[in-house]
Nanobody, 121 residues
Framework: QVQLVESGGGLVQAGGSLRLSCAAS????????MGWYRQAPGKQRELVAVISSDGKINVADSVKGRFTISRDNGKNTVYLQMNSLKPEDTGVYYCNARKIVNVEGARVDHWGEGTLVTVSS
């Protein structure tokens, strides 16, 4: 098991920036991928950005060029730098730690409680 604690959310005006942090209770290099997901009111949770254990990054098209994911294995922390925020970026942002458990690709996901980001127009 691992506990994931997100921080850094808040209220910001459109065009502003926020930096989210996800602190893990154990070594994040144990996980195949660390990621950020978000859920807007009335919508399904969606991928924002993910970084694999070997450093490969995947970013949603909707945030490409504005959001940057990074990891600090020494601090067991994953970051999401969000710039040029838009009202449609509003939602609860969740940290995810994923472990692939067999060759068929079955996985175990761990989630944080989430942090609310509100972008005003």
């Amino acid at each position: 098991q691992v506990q994931l604690v997100e921080s850094g959310g808040g209220l910001v005006q459109a065009g502003g920036s926020l930096r989210l942090s996800c602190a893990a209770s154990r070594n994040i290099f144990r996980f195949d991928a660390m990621g950020w997901y978000r859920q807007a009111p009335g919508k399904q949770r969606e991928l924002v950005a993910v970084i694999s254990s070997d450093g490969k990054i995947n970013v949603a098209d909707s945030v490409k060029g504005r959001f940057t994911i990074s990891r600090d294995n020494g601090k067991n922390t994953v970051y999401l730098q969000m710039n040029s925020l838009k009202p449609e970026d509003t939602g609860v942002y969740y940290c995810n730690a994923r472990k692939i458990v067999n060759v068929e690709g079955a996985r175990v996901d761990h989630w944080g409680e989430g942090t609310l980001v509100t972008v005003s127009s």
